[in-house]
């Protein structure tokens, strides 16, 4: 069974760093593309990076240039470093994955596997 365990959330002032790591287990995630999601509260949530199995990657807008995602297959692991951090960025974090190709996808839909979602709270 797969699961995905996030952690590395908390509180930061604006223009500070986070680096959120993501624990994967059930599976050998060498062959699924993975990504970080976030959900601010009356929001729908949104693809921030995602990664491919080529290790080819992908940003949304809002986050090129600050945000970078890594992903470690021998420890099945996913972190996403996070600079210059914005009270917009304020959001509950989540670690998905799932079999969709090798090129990393933004889109909520095509993953089925979710973490439970660590908080990232910036204040100005």
């Known amino acids: 069974q797969v699961q995905l365990v996030e952690s590395g959330g908390g509180s930061v002032q604006a223009g500070g760093s986070l680096r959120l790591l993501c624990v994967a287990s059930?599976?050998?995630?060498?062959?699924?593309?993975m990504g970080w999601f976030r959900q601010a509260p009356g929001k729908e949530r949104e693809g921030v990076a995602a990664?491919?199995?080529?290790?080819?990657?992908s940003y949304a807008d809002s986050v090129k240039g600050r945000f970078t995602i890594t992903k470690d297959n021998a420890k099945n692991t996913l972190s996403l470093e996070m600079n210059s951090l914005k009270p917009e960025d304020t959001a509950l974090y989540y670690c998905?994955?799932?079999?969709?190709?090798?090129?990393?996808?933004?889109?909520?839909?095509?993953?089925?596997?979710w973490g439970q979602g660590t908080q990232v709270t910036v204040s100005s």
């Open positions: 998905a994955a799932d079999f969709c190709g090798t090129a990393p996808r933004l889109g909520k839909d095509w993953y089925n596997y």
């Open positions: 059930g599976a050998s995630f060498s062959g699924y593309c």
């Open positions: 990664i491919g199995t080529t290790g080819s990657t």
